[in-house]
């Protein structure tokens, strides 16, 4: 099955989540920028972030350096991504994986289906699964035909990433890692001031120009 890319767009990626049987308790907003300025105009509460950003030769040098601070454990949910241009549903995964608990799912939900499924999986079980599953597959790429920019499969160069607060700690999730990265410790209250900060971090590294951002937060 190939997967179509996707923009970062919250009506594209909130249409996914209604099409997946995600209930609408929780939607995604646009985060205009990663200052506190602006991020004080991101709806609380607010439980996950998603950082869109161009991958560069600076990026895989600092993702290298990375690669030891690998959090093991089961305490969170992370899969890989094998799937060409599927970033941008992995991230959804992560952000939807990662707060189960919060969120409602409609009784016929494809999502809450496969995270059941996979939920005793290996990372990489789980990368396998979600490339055999065409429900997940079939929301993606109606979604992301939709958008507005028309990306051409070949030129993508771009990558989605996840912040989420589990437990009371901050954790990025990149399919591209062998697994989450732990980012120390978060509280509701400030966890869209934590990850933006990690985030800013992250480009000054990798040397990341221009970044988009969407918060998923309560409707």
Known sequence: MEWTPMEINPEMLNKMMIKLGVGEN???V???G??????SAVPKPCCALMLLFPLTQQHESFRKQQADKVAGGS?????KQTA?????TIALLHAVANNKSKLTFDSDS?????LDETANMSADDRAKHLEKNQAICEAHNEVA???QCRLEADKVNFHFIAFVNVNGQLYEFDGRMDGPVKHGATKD???IMDASKVCRGFMEESKARSVSAVALCQS
């Open 26 to 28: 929780w939607r995604f």
């Open 30 to 32: 646009d985060v205009l």
């Open 34 to 39: 990663l200052e506190s300025e602006q991020l």
């Open 75 to 79: 305490e969170v949910y992370f899969l």
């Open 84 to 88: 060409v241009n599927s970033c941008g």
């Open 110 to 114: 494809a999502l809450k289906k496969f």
């Open 145 to 147: 035909v939709q958008g």
């Open 189 to 191: 209250e400030s966890f």
